[in-house]
């Protein structure tokens, strides 16, 4: 069945640094890609998604490529902030379904 | 736009009693709702999917006596655990949709059940 991995966590960086969290799926035909986020005490955000191969996501600073050659979606930030402390979750579905498949979730720390 | 509201945010309840969790679309009308559980540190699973109006469909798995979903409006659906015990302590989230097939998922902030 649809899966997807991602970086294992905690991540912790300080402000300004540069953010990659890894993402890989597996899933037949051509699913969205999605990222989430899940700030303390609240549920989850859609941050960004793509729905066809090379398209790229973007919101807040961050992006995703979906990257059918290598069945990826990363998500990078080139500075974060205090304030992108959360969870950031990678999710799925599949090709014409709604049902979504979430990654193990990547615990995110940024320090002053 | 897009709101979804969940009640309560935080239940403790009794092993053995019974506690039902709503969740809201605030403006939108919501064909179809998710619930989803989730462990601590770890991911979202899909418990079941419930459209106005018919039954749910539950995932592999999941007891469909013990999680009780109704989908009464299209506002509103309820997840009640039934007999609750301890091991039922969970992050139980819902989200909704505006129709059915491929439409954006909005998510509830979530209902943290503790059960003593």
């Known amino acids: 069945g649809d899966s997807v991995t991602q970086m294992e966590g905690p991540v912790t960086l300080s402000e300004e640094a540069f953010l990659t969290i890894n993402c890989t799926y597996t899933?037949?035909?051509?699913?969205?890609l999605f990222w989430y986020v899940q700030y303390p005490g609240e549920g989850l955000q859609l941050l960004l998604k793509?729905?066809?191969?090379?398209d790229k996501g973007s919101n807040k600073g961050f992006e995703a490529t979906y990257r059918k050659e290598t069945t990826s979606f990363h998500l990078e930030k080139g500075s974060v902030q205090v304030s992108d402390s959360a969870v950031y979750f990678c999710?799925?579905?599949?090709?014409?379904?709604?049902?979504?498949?979430f990654g193990q979730g990547t615990r995110l720390t940024i320090n002053p | 736009g897009a709101v979804v509201s969940q009640h309560p945010s935080r239940v403790i309840c009794k092993s053995g009693t019974s506690v039902k969790i709503e969740c809201r679309s605030l403006?939108?009308?919501?064909?179809?709702m998710f619930w989803y559980r989730q462990f601590p540190k770890q991911s979202l699973m899909l418990m079941a999917t419930?459209?106005?109006?018919?039954?749910?469909?539950?995932e592999q798995g999941v007891e469909k006596d013990k999680f009780l979903i109704n989908h009464a409006s299209l506002t509103l659906s309820t997840l009640t655990v039934t007999s609750a015990h301890p091991e039922d302590s969970s992050f139980y989230i819902c989200?909704?949709?505006?129709?059915?097939?491929?439409?954006?998922?909005?998510f509830g902030p979530g209902t943290r059940l503790t059960v003593t």
């Open positions: 403006d939108f009308q919501a064909t179809t």
């Open positions: 989200s909704a949709a505006p129709g059915q097939g491929y439409y954006e998922q909005y």
């Open positions: 419930s459209n106005e109006g018919s039954k749910a469909t539950y």
């Open positions: 999710a799925l579905t599949g090709q014409g379904a709604q049902k979504l498949v």
């Open positions: 899933a037949t035909g051509y699913p969205s």
């Open positions: 793509a729905t066809k191969a090379d």
